[in-house]
């Protein structure tokens, strides 16, 4: 809508706008503006609230300056804070313009944050003015209203004619407030001027220094009476114009003035500097002096401030002779502080020694070294005195003299050497600035001394002996040297204290050492596991076998009783545990417990706990140790132990011998079943009865047995062993049992006989069975003989039919071949070649026959020269074959040596049958040690045998192929066993097929 002009505003709009503007013109301060400006705008346009927000100087800031309507302490969304765009008052300056929201959600709309971030409600409706003054922004002008409001065009123009009038009275209010605050610093500054004016010739006219003032020509126009008085004129004199500042200056000074002067007028203040003035009787007085400049009613003057140098200068004079001997002195005190600083380095560094050091010789060498090493030429000498004589313990520096080092090393007499004896028995330092040669009754061997000093040396309070220095010249011994002595042997006390308690302690440290040594010996020796638990602090100290038990480290353990339970205890028995623990703290001081454990690696131990607890004075428990044993081992034991004393019993009583025990005194202790059985006794009668008289009274042949000679107590007597064979007992009904026996002595720890046990077996059957096995064998030897001589005889016998047959075969085959037909001929050749098979069957069987009938003893045969012999009779088989045999070292045994021969031809030319097609046999024979044996293997690269037939091939008369394949008769390896077996041996073959074999037989060692 067109805005309207003021004029046309409705009357009571601009009867307020008037009423303001006039109210405004005779505002003097910014909160009359503000009382002007705020209630009629809010009378005007019915708002309930208004305020005024300032902007700062530098223009970044908004703060509150007046407020009208609003509650006392309300939170508004007017608030200070930075000059921005997302607020009302901030866009209002920034953009120039005003701002008019008739509702609420307008306000919201384009400032949807603004009560979040101020945390105050905003009004229904609004208005935000801003107020420029020199087009510089100078703040908002705000009315808050809490209904809807439509802002007609008047309403807006009145606002902005009254934020523009707001703004220009607040311009003049200020200039104003600034216009008088400089009117009134200047109206101060003039009262200052005055009183400090005022003041200024007070103080000069009050000052006791001299004080003038001048102009820059010279001439004075004031003095004080310091003044006048320090140059001898009156009042009256200066009044009267009789005083002047040139004519009181010599010559010497006025160019010195003029300096001063210049600089006074240049810089406010001249540098001070000394000249002389004349006095009224015309005496030269010596003055300091300082120029200030000095304005006053537009003059510039010159103030001059005057000291009096007479009382300076002489003490002066009296300053730089107290210098000179202070000088002197200082020189002195400094050579002494070298000496004393000297000497506090070499305290340190004495000090570092002796608490390095714990050999006293080297304590009291050390001290003497450091001492010397402060003072003139000299010497140091320890002493102790010993059976009545002054014995030097240690020396630094040469006497200087070989006969008082002779007397020295002789030991000084004790009573008559004072230098000695005096510190001795008075425990304080003895010094001689000039050394007196009768105080030691040396004569002419001390005539080179100048100086001694001999102080005692205390250890734990008494005087251990005395620290000699001598001087080869006299010296005075200053209170530094006395310090330094005095100290450096006190510090030697000290150290040798000390040293005294670090030997002690190294000593205990020893024994301690030892002790704990022997203790952790015993405890790991022990095997235990050692605790102490502090129930107060729940902390658990470990020691011992910790890791061999538990397979943790003692720092791996957390150490307390929670982390004991959980991590080592087993589940299974943590609630006994815990139950055990509560109980016996109630009720008891000791306690035993065993229990299984946990170890790192998961393994179950079961472990024994003994337990002791320690008690204060009010009953409650302190610590509780222990030991932890590994039981494990011991607790399987006791069960095989167990399980074996079950096992025994049950052996005992279910085995068929007898057994039973007897004491010292030969009365019997124990008896299975099985001996009462074959005794006829029951365990009354037996037990606790001298078993001699019940069972062993007689002899087989019915002469009395004396216990004497009995074997069963002989065990018990001399300790041995006895076995006896075909003796008899009786039994209760008087019968004889045929027995072996064996007695054997019982015996403890200690090696002592404590009884013996007779174990013995009824051989009634046995004497039976060895009858008739001695029957058997005899049948057995007498129904070998005839087999060997019926097979000899036989073999013998079928060898000329044989023989027969295949002559006349060769007879026909040589005479009418001719007139055979292909059959016939087929047939003659199988009836000549069946003759040769039966003889070679025939040989064969006569020599498995022979091999016992024909067997030596077993004699040291060297295999190696059989081996020899074997393949130089089989060469040219061999050549023919191609075949190739080779032999490690072959050792000597006990065999028949024409009977190995035989083995080891057979299984050579078996390696060469058995040979594969176009492969050339290779064959090696090799020995080597078995324990008592000797291991023999031949080798060869043959067809080889499938592992079934491995034990086959060894039987007479088994064959792997037929003779159409491989001649033989299945009896060679059947001989080689045999002939093996007779010697002790064992023979078998390992083989593969394809690739050979290798036939093994072992042979006793020669």
């Given amino acids: 809508m067109p805005e309207q002009s003021v004029a046309d505003a409705p009357p009571a709009l601009s009867e307020r706008l008037q009423d303001v503007t006039e109210a405004l013109a005779a505002a003097r301060t910014a909160d009359d503006v503000y009382r002007v400006v705020l209630h009629p705008a809010l009378d005007a346009l019915n708002a309930i609230a208004g ?9 970044d800031t908004l703060s509150m300056a007046a407020r009208q309507g609003y509650p006392q302490d309300a939170q508004t969304i007017w608030q200070d804070g930075p000059v921005q765009v997302n607020i009302p008052a901030g866009d209002a300056l920034l953009h120039r313009h005003a701002l008019f929201y008739e509702h609420r959600d307008a306000l919201l709309h384009d400032y949807p944050e603004l009560e979040a971030r101020t945390g105050s409600v905003a009004p229904v409706a609004t208005s935000v003015l801003p107020m420029f003054l020199d087009e510089r922004p100078l703040g908002v002008l705000v009315l808050d209203f809490k209904e809807p409001h439509d802002f007609t065009a008047e309403e807006r123009r009145f606002l902005r004619t009254l934020a523009a009038q707001c703004a220009l009275a607040l311009g003049r209010a200020r200039l104003l407030n600034e216009l008088t605050t400089e009117l009134e610093m200047r109206r101060a500054t003039e009262r200052e001027l005055q009183s400090s004016e005022t003041r ?42 009789r005083i002047d500042w040139a004519s009181l200056t010599p010559e010497e000074y006025r160019e010195a003035d003029d300096r001063a002067f210049q600089q006074a007028f240049r810089d406010g203040a001249s540098d001070q500097y000394e000249k002389e003035m004349l006095t009224r009787t015309g005496e030269r007085l010596p003055l300091s002096l300082i120029l200030m400049r000095y304005e006053e009613r537009g003059q510039q003057l010159v103030v001059g401030y005057l000291q009096d140098l007479r009382a300076h200068r002489a003490a002066q004079r009296t300053l730089e002779e107290q210098r000179g001997h202070l000088e002197a002195k200082v020189r002195e005190r400094t050579a002494e502080l070298e000496a004393r600083t000297r000497a ?30 402060l003072l003139p030429e000299g010497l140091a000498v320890y002493y102790e005195p010993r059976r009545q004589l002054w014995h030097a313990a240690v020396q630094t520096g040469d006497l200087g003299n070989a006969d008082l080092q002779r007397a020295i090393n002789a030991g000084l007499p004790f009573e008559t050497t004072r230098n000695l004896l005096t510190p001795w028995r008075t425990r304080q330092g003895y010094y001689q600035d000039h050394y007196d040669p009768t105080t030691d009754d040396l004569g002419e061997r001390v005539a080179h001394i100048g100086a001694s000093a001999s102080l005692p040396l205390l250890v734990h309070g008494r005087v251990q002996g005395v620290f000699v220095i001598a001087l080869f010249r006299q010296h005075r011994w200053s209170t530094t040297d006395r310090a330094v002595l005095e100290t450096a042997v006190h510090s030697l006390g000290l150290a040798l204290e000390r040293a005294e308690s670090i030997a002690h302690l190294e000593q205990r440290t020893q024994e301690v050492s030892r002790w704990r040594e022997r203790y952790e010996v015993a405890v790991n020796g022990s095997g235990h596991l050692l605790y102490d638990w502090n129930p107060t602090t729940d902390q658990i100290v470990y020691g011992g076998a910790v890791r061999a038990i538990t397979g943790y480290a003692p720092d791996d353990l957390a150490g307390n009783l929670s982390d004991w339970t959980e991590r080592l205890i087993h589940p299974d028995d943590r609630d006994a545990f815990n139950t055990e623990i509560a109980r016996v703290i109630e009720h008891s001081d000791t306690f035993h417990l065993e229990f299984r454990i946990v170890r790192q690696d998961g393994s179950v131990r079961e472990v024994q706990d003994d337990g002791y607890f320690m008690r204060g004075p009010d009953g409650q428990v302190t610590h509780m140790v222990g030991f932890v044993n590994d039981v494990t081992e011991q607790r399987r034991t006791e069960r095989e132990l167990r399980a074996a004393l079950r096992f025994n019993e049950l052996i005992l009583n279910n085995m068929g011998e007898g057994l039973t025990g007897m004491d010292t005194q030969g009365r019997t202790t124990f008896a299975n079943p099985a001996a009462l059985r074959m005794l006829g006794y029951t365990p009354e009668e037996f037990i606790g009865v001298p078993q001699h008289e019940l069972i062993h009274h007689t002899r087989p042949d019915g002469t009395p047995y004396p216990a004497e ?19 008899v007992f009786w039994r209760r009904d008087g019968s004889a049992v045929p027995v072996d026996y064996t007695s054997t002595p019982i015996r403890n720890e200690h090696g002592h006989i404590e009884g013996a046990v007779l174990s013995f077996r009824d051989i009634t059957a046995r004497r039976s069975a060895e009858a008739d096995l001695r029957r058997s064998n005899e049948e057995l030897r007498r129904s070998n003989r005839e087999l060997e001589q019926f097979a000899y005889i036989a073999s013998h016998d079928l060898q000329a039919p044989a023989r027969a047959v295949t002559s006349f075969a060769d007879i026909i085959a040589r005479r009418y071949a001719h007139v055979l037909d292909e059959r016939g001929l087929t047939y003659l050749r199988q009836i000549t070649e069946g003759g040769q098979h039966m003889k070679r069957l025939v040989d064969d069987l006569l020599t498995f026959s022979r091999v016992h009938t024909l067997q030596r003893p077993p004699e040291r045969v060297h295999s190696a020269s059989i081996f020899s012999a074997v393949l130089a009779r089989l060469s040219g088989d061999l050549e023919a074959s191609g075949a190739q045999v080779t032999a490690g070292p072959l050792p000597d045994v006990l065999a028949d040596a024409s009977q190995l021969d035989q083995v080891l031809q057979n299984l050579i030319l078996n390696g060469v049958k058995y040979r594969r097609e176009d492969v050339a046999p290779r064959l090696h024979v090799s020995a080597q040690p078995d324990g008592p044996m000797w291991h023999f293997l031949v080798q060869d690269n043959g067809i080889g045998i499938e592992e079934a037939y491995f034990e086959r091939i060894f039987e007479i008369f088994q064959r792997l192929h037929t003779r159409d394949q491989y001649e033989g008769t299945g009896i060679g390896l059947a001989v080689c066993k045999k002939i093996i077996e007779r010697h002790g041996g064992r023979l078998w073959v390992t083989s593969t097929p394809g690739e050979g074999s290798t036939f093994h037989f072992t042979l006793p060692r020669a």
């Avoid at 305020?51 to 223009?59: C, K, R, S």
């Avoid at 506090?344 to 001290?367: I, N």
């Avoid at 000679?709 to 003796?727: L, M, P």
């Fill in 344 to 373: 506090l380095e070499s305290f340190a560094e004495l000090t570092r020694d002796l608490a390095t050091e714990t050999d006293p010789s080297v304590l009291v060498r050390r001290a003497q070294e450091i001492v010397l090493g």
């Fill in 51 to 59: 305020a005024v927000l300032l902007v700062n100087d530098a223009g």
């Fill in 200 to 241: 200024f010739r007070r103080l000069v006219e009050a000052s006791p220094v001299g004080i003038a003032a001048g102009d820059i020509n010279g001439r004075l126009i004031l003095v004080n009476d310091a003044y006048l008085h320090l140059l001898g004129y009156t009042r009256d004199d200066f009044d009267q114009g």
């Fill in 709 to 727: 000679a009995c074997h069963i107590y002989a065990a018990f007597t001399d300790g041995q062993v006895h076995h006896v064979d075909d003796e």
